[in-house]
C-alpha cells in the first residue's frame, strides 16, 4: 500500500532549498533589496473552506525585507538555516528543532544565531510555507510526543538502519507500536481492524488496552497524547484514506479537549497550511459528552470562569457550529460541569469497554 520513496522526497526538498537560496542570489546580483514573502499566519489570515471542511490559511502575504535590520537579520538566519538543512538532507542525516536552536550557536555570524528556540521553531514553518515543504521532509523532528498505536495492523517501517516489519499487536508490548516522527515512511502490509478510535489520555489508552478492545473489537487504538503531534494526526489520516477505516475519537468532556477533536478533524489555527496534510474532516466525536456526564452521573468539577469562556467561544468557531455541538455546548453551559474520561470508572474498570464504547459507537454507526 502507498508509501512514500525517501530519495525522491529528499530530493525534492532539496530543490527546493536550493531554489530558495538561488531567489536570493538572484536578488543581490540585480541589485536588488533581498526579499522574501510569506503567507500571514495570524488568526485573522486563517479561514475555515466549508467545502473541504477543514482550516485553511487565507491570501494575506507578507513581505520580509532586508530594507531594516530587523528584517536583514531574519533573512540571514533564514539563509543559514536554508544551509544547514539542504546539507542535512544531502549527507543524510536529521535533527530535532531543539539540535537546530542549539546548533546556531556554532554558526561563524553571531547574527545568523536564534535568540531562542520560538524563533527557529518559527522560522522552520516559515520554510515550509515559501518551498511547500515539510519539516519531515526537511529531516526536522519535534521532541519525541510518545504517542503510539495498539492494533490488528501490520506496517512496514523504513529507518536508517533498514526496513523493519511490525505487528502492532504481536510484535510490541502493552505499550504498543510508537508513532515515527515520519509517519510517510510507513507502509501498510496488512490490516484486521474495522475502525480507529484516538483516545486523549494514556490512563484511558492503558484502560482499553488491558481490557483487550482492540481485540474484542478490532480496533486501532490511537494514543493522542493529549493535543495530537502532528505525526499522530498524519497517521491517523493516513489510516483513514488508505485503509478507508473510520475515525472516532474519545477524549475528556471539556472545551480543552472539543479542541483536540477539532484538531484531529478540522486542523489547528497553528497548522492551516498543513490541513490537507494532517486533517480528517470525516472523524466523529465519541464523548465525553456532557450529556453523558447528566445521563450516567458521572464523578465532574465545576466549570471555571475560563472553560465557560472558552465553550462561548467554540460557539462561535465554525468547527462546532452544528446541531450536535451547539446542543452539548449549551447544556454543558446549563450544568456547570466538566468530567473527565476516567470518570466512567466510577462505574467500574471494565463500564467503558463493556458498556460506554459499545454503545456509543454503534449510535454512531461504526459497530
Known amino acids: 500500500m502507498s508509501e512514500v520513496d525517501p530519495d ?30 510569506i503567507p500571514t499566519r495570524t488568526k485573522t489570515n ?28 531574519k533573512l540571514l538566519k533564514s539563509i543559514y538555516t536554508t544551509e544547514f538543512l539542504e546539507r ?31 524563533e527557529s521553531n518559527q522560522l522552520i514553518e516559515d520554510l515550509e510555507l515559501v518551498s511547500g515543504v515539510t519539516r519531515e521532509d526537511f529531516h526536522m523532528r519535534p521532541e519525541e510526543s510518545g504517542a503510539k498505536v495498539m492494533g490488528p495492523l501490520h506496517i512496514r517501517e523504513q529507518t536508517n ?57 478490532d480496533c486501532l487504538v490511537v494514543h493522542l497524547g493529549g493535543q495530537p503531534a502532528r505525526a499522530t494526526r498524519r497517521l491517523t489520516k493516513r489510516l483513514h484514506d488508505e485503509l478507508d477505516l473510520p475515525v472516532a475519537v474519545f477524549t475528556d468532556g471539556d472545551p480543552w479537549s472539543y479542541r483536540i477533536y477539532g484538531s484531529v478533524a478540522y486542523g489547528s489555527i497553528k497548522s492551516a497550511h498543513l490541513s490537507e496534510y494532517l486533517a480528517t474532516p470525516e472523524a466523529q466525536f465519541v464523548g465525553i459528552r456532557p450529556q453523558d456526564i447528566t445521563e450516567y452521573d458521572l464523578p465532574s468539577d465545576p466549570l471555571a470562569d475560563s472553560d465557560t469562556n472558552a465553550l462561548e467561544s467554540e460557539l462561535e468557531d465554525p468547527r462546532f457550529q452544528t446541531d450536535f455541538w451547539e446542543e452539548q455546548i449549551q447544556h454543558q453551559l446549563d450544568i456547570g460541569k466538566k468530567s473527565e474520561q476516567q470518570a466512567l470508572a466510577a462505574r467500574g474498570l471494565d463500564f467503558v469497554t463493556d458498556e460506554y464504547l459499545p454503545t456509543r459507537l454503534d449510535e454512531m454507526g461504526i459497530l
Open 8 to 37: 525522491i522526497q529528499d530530493e525534492k526538498a532539496r530543490k527546493r532549498l536550493i531554489e530558495l537560496a538561488e531567489k536570493f542570489y538572484d536578488q543581490f546580483e540585480g541589485g536588488d533589496v533581498p526579499s522574501m514573502e
Open 161 to 217: 538502519r533498514g526496513d523493519r516489519d511490525i505487528h502492532c499487536q504481536d510484535d510490541v508490548g502493552q505499550g504498543g507500536y510508537q508513532i515515527p516522527n515520519n509517519p510517510d515512511t510507513i507502509e501498510f502490509l496488512g490490516c484486521d481492524a474495522e475502525f480507529i478510535l484516538c483516545v486523549e489520555t494514556g490512563g484511558m489508552r492503558d484502560r482499553l488496552v488491558e481490557n483487550g478492545f482492540d481485540d474484542d473489537y
Open 88 to 118: 542535512q538532507l544531502e549527507e543524510n542525516r536529521s535533527s530535532t528543532l531543539r539540535e537546530l536552536y542549539y546548533l546556531s550557536e556554532s554558526w561563524d555570524n553571531e547574527h545568523a544565531q536564534f535568540d531562542n528556540q520560538d
Open 46 to 73: 486563517i479561514v475555515f473552506d466549508e467545502e473541504s471542511g477543514v482550516w485553511v490559511l487565507g491570501d494575506r502575504t507578507s513581505t520580509r525585507s532586508a530594507n531594516s535590520v530587523r528584517g536583514a537579520k
